[in-house]
């Protein structure tokens, strides 16, 4: 996986996991129940999913981390977690698990048509 540096007005930089492009990426930092959530609900059918814990990068620099986030996503996020589905911006737990049902729905639909 690709790795983002991030420099700082400190000149120390985060190596900060860029969404991968194949499956989902989820930035989650410590005692979020939305990122527990999130992780319960696509582990059991998506072992390739990526998981960026965030809580060094919120230490470090907590700003720049905001602001790299922003440029990612396109606008500003400051919520936990935040998922990607193949490299695209999905949003936090409730948007993900939308997402989720609705390609259940439409694999159940396919299968069904044949």
Same mark, same amino acid.
């Given at each position: 996986?690709?790795?983002?540096?991030?420099?700082?007005?400190?000149?120390?930089?985060?190596? /900060?996991?860029?969404?991968?492009?194949? &499956?989902?990426?989820?930035?989650? !930092?410590? +005692? #979020? /129940? &939305?990122?527990?959530?999130?992780?319960?609900?696509?582990? $059991?059918?998506?072992? %390739? /999913?990526?998981?960026? *814990?965030? *809580?060094?990068?919120? /230490? %470090?620099? !907590? %700003? %720049?981390?905001? =602001?790299?986030?922003?440029?990612?996503? +396109?606008?500003? #996020?400051?919520?936990? $977690?935040?998922?990607? !589905?193949? @490299?695209?911006?999905? +949003? @936090?737990?409730?948007?993900?698990? !939308?997402?989720?049902? =609705?390609? =259940?729905?439409?694999? =159940?639909?396919?299968?069904?048509?044949?």
């Amino acid at each position: 996986m690709n790795k983002i540096k991030i420099f700082s007005r400190f000149n120390v930089y985060m190596d /900060l996991p860029h969404p991968t492009s194949v &499956s989902y990426t989820i930035y989650t !930092k410590s +005692g #979020c /129940l &939305s990122c527990t959530k999130v992780k319960d609900l696509l582990k $059991p059918t998506h072992p %390739e /999913l990526v998981l960026v *814990d965030c *809580d060094d990068y919120l /230490l %470090e620099n !907590k %700003e %720049e981390f905001l =602001q790299h986030m922003k440029a990612l996503i +396109g606008h500003e #996020c400051k919520a936990f $977690p935040m998922v990607f !589905k193949n @490299g695209l911006f999905v +949003g @936090g737990y409730t948007e993900t698990k !939308k997402d989720y049902d =609705q390609n =259940q729905i439409l694999a =159940q639909s396919s299968d069904a048509d044949f």
